[in-house]
């Protein structure tokens, strides 16, 4: 059975497990769009009703994959998250970008069109601004524009997706009471949002989307100092060798507090079910047993009090570089 939270102020009810949608979009390797409606389709049979796009993800093909699963299912009310690219294309967002180098308004206005065309949707649920800079807050023609899309009947909330490990680089933003949502790496390794950004969040009732709940993989387990992927998958870039020795050390050391009726992919999702400031988690999920699993985390529930304790010390705090994109 799924459990659901609030959403923040949008007061929306949805899963608590919801579904990333970044692998089906093209970012990684062996996504088959067949397979991926399926999955999406079992997801919904299962309880899941937020969805996470964005144009970034196969420059609108991800859209297109779940405009076509929600117009497939006009009985059920599934909520629907995209993200505006930033107008220069680099991620992540570095300090000395300007509002104009990323979202000025034109940029803006013209990719939500472009995404709902994208998805063949007359709204969105909710548009994400894909890189942020917290300085942005201080040139609100990006909040203004926002309104006025918003006033349309184009998206009903607002929500900033934050740069890998820069948790503190959102907290102006959710203060400012601009935006409804922020999107931010949460799991056992990434703890830091808890120290300032989550604090912010429960007292703005901004709502939180937790991403990257795996560590792109490494907290399932089954990451090794050899792992290798196809040629074009993200995944190349980002386990450079600095990263995936360590990444699968830290791994390693977790492995004997994995209960034996868990898998460490099941504990990695329960142990982000334990922070009631979280509105949803969206693991990306391209294959059935995939959907079925962590979906089952919720009828689970948080991990119990002393496990999670045990996890807590694992936090690993780490700092951008040039391939944590």
């Not at 009810?13 to 397979?35: F, P, R, T």
């Not at 184009?154 to 959102?170: A, D, F, K, M």
Request: net charge negative.
């Amino acid at each position: 059975m799924m459990n659901y939270r609030r959403f923040g102020r949008t007061g929306w009810m949805v899963s608590e497990i919801g579904y990333g949608m970044w692998a089906m979009g093209g970012g990684w390797s062996g996504s088959d769009d067949e397979e991926s409606l399926h999955s999406l389709e079992r997801a919904a049979e299962l309880g899941c009703n937020f969805f996470d796009t964005a144009w970034g993800y196969g420059e609108g093909h991800g859209e297109g994959l779940l405009g076509q699963f929600v117009r497939a299912n006009p009985d059920k009310k599934l909520y629907t998250a995209t993200k505006i690219p930033p107008k220069n294309f680099e991620w992540p967002s570095q300090r000395e970008f300007t509002l104009d180098d990323c979202f000025p308004p034109d940029h803006i206005e013209e990719y939500v069109h472009t995404s709902l065309e994208n998805a063949g949707l007359a709204s969105f649920d909710l548009m994400q601004f894909h890189t942020w800079e917290d300085s942005w807050v201080e040139d609100d023609r990006w909040a203004r524009k926002m309104d006025d899309l918003r006033r349309q009947g184009l998206i009903n909330g607002v929500g900033i997706s934050l740069n890998r490990w820069e948790p503190w680089n959102g907290v102006q933003a959710v203060r400012s009471g601009l935006v409804d949502a922020v999107q931010v790496i949460y799991n056992i390794f990434d703890q830091n949002p808890e120290d300032e950004l989550f604090p912010a969040c429960a007292e703005m009732d901004v709502a939180v989307i937790a991403r990257v709940p795996f560590d792109e993989g490494t907290l399932t387990g089954k990451l090794t100092k050899d792992s290798k992927w196809p040629e074009g998958d993200w995944r190349n870039s980002y386990f450079v060798p600095e990263n995936l020795i360590s990444s699968v050390e830290h791994a390693d050391a977790l492995k004997p507090l994995v209960p034996e009726d868990m898998t460490m992919a099941e504990m990695a999702l329960r142990f982000i079910l334990n922070n009631s400031t979280v509105s949803t988690i969206i693991p990306g999920m391209r294959k059935l047993h995939h959907v079925e699993a962590n979906l089952a985390a919720s009828d689970k529930g948080p991990l119990p009090a002393d496990l999670h304790s045990k996890l807590r010390p694992h936090r690993w705090d780490r700092q951008p570089t040039e391939w944590s994109q």
